[in-house]
């Protein structure tokens, strides 16, 4: 198995040219890992600044799952910086990659290799990216649709937004995992993942939500359904049949990078309704 390693770096100034060494990141075709300084002294006596923006990257960077580092990787293995930016946020322009270099190691030996070789830091951890489940998915919709409510309705959002939810459908009660309510729900949302590989539970979830929307959207006509999927890694045919049988179900899927949007569209439609 081949892996590549890439060094970050923070250069304070472009004129002076000078930089260190904040984290390394790793790679193979299983695993991707990263590992991070976790005291800043040196980077603080380096630029004169508090590293505190340093600080946040790397534990942005950190959170982000196998398959968001992948799509940064792109075809050619190349950590594309916008697309970082795009998953992160805004960051200093200082932060740098050096170009990938290989090894015949897996990620995660490469890393234990490289690491105490570029960052001067006894107490830097690793950590390596995991696929998030089911539970994870719908806490992460859960935060965003209350989020948007907060800047809707901030002394209401907490009442308004409902976790495991029961609505009822034409012939029996369903569970969503968000819903958006005030006496009468106002918009439901379900959540899956298919980073976790393990094709007979998520036939099982598939046909459960496919169920969830039929019923449902029998009781409730008009309100508004979306399904938020967190993508597989790589092929997936549970994900193929969701993306191509909710829709009939009229059931919105909403990925990760549009559920901000739909959380904001739904949280201001909700905020008129109640006047």
Request: proline residues 5%; contains cysteine.
């Amino acid at each position: 198995m081949t892996s590549r390693y890439s060094v970050i770096q923070y250069l304070p100034s472009s004129i002076a040219d000078e930089r260190i060494n904040v984290g390394v990141v790793a790679w193979d075709e299983t695993e991707i890992c990263s590992r991070f300084l976790r005291s800043w002294k040196r980077v603080r006596s380096f630029s004169g600044s508090s590293p505190i923006f340093l600080e946040k990257f790397s534990k942005r960077f950190q959170t982000l799952s196998s398959r968001q580092l992948r799509l940064a990787l792109g075809d050619s293995g190349m950590l594309d910086q916008r697309r970082l930016e795009g998953m992160i946020g805004n960051w200093e322009n200082g932060i740098q990659f050096t170009s990938p270099r290989g090894s015949l190691s897996n990620a995660k030996a490469l890393l234990i290799e490289v690491a105490p070789m570029f960052l001067k830091d006894e107490k830097a951890k690793m950590t390596i990216a995991k696929p998030r489940n089911r539970r994870t998915a719908a806490r992460i919709a859960a935060t965003l649709i209350l989020e948007a409510m907060e800047r809707q309705v901030p002394d209401k959002a907490q009442e308004l937004v409902a976790k495991n939810k029961v609505l009822s459908g034409q012939l029996e009660n369903h569970t969503f995992d968000v819903v958006l309510a005030n006496g009468k729900p106002f918009a439901a949302v379900h959540a899956l993942s298919f980073e976790v590989d393990r094709s007979a539970n998520l036939d099982r979830d598939v046909e459960s939500t496919a169920w969830l929307l039929e019923d449902v959207r029998k009781k409730h006509r008009d309100m508004p359904m979306a399904v938020f999927l967190l993508p597989p890694i790589g092929v997936s045919a549970p994900y193929e049949r969701a993306k191509k049988l909710f829709p009939k179900l009229n059931g919105e899927i909403v990925l990760e990078q549009k559920m901000p949007q739909w959380a904001r569209k739904q949280a201001k439609a909700f905020a008129e309704h109640l006047g």
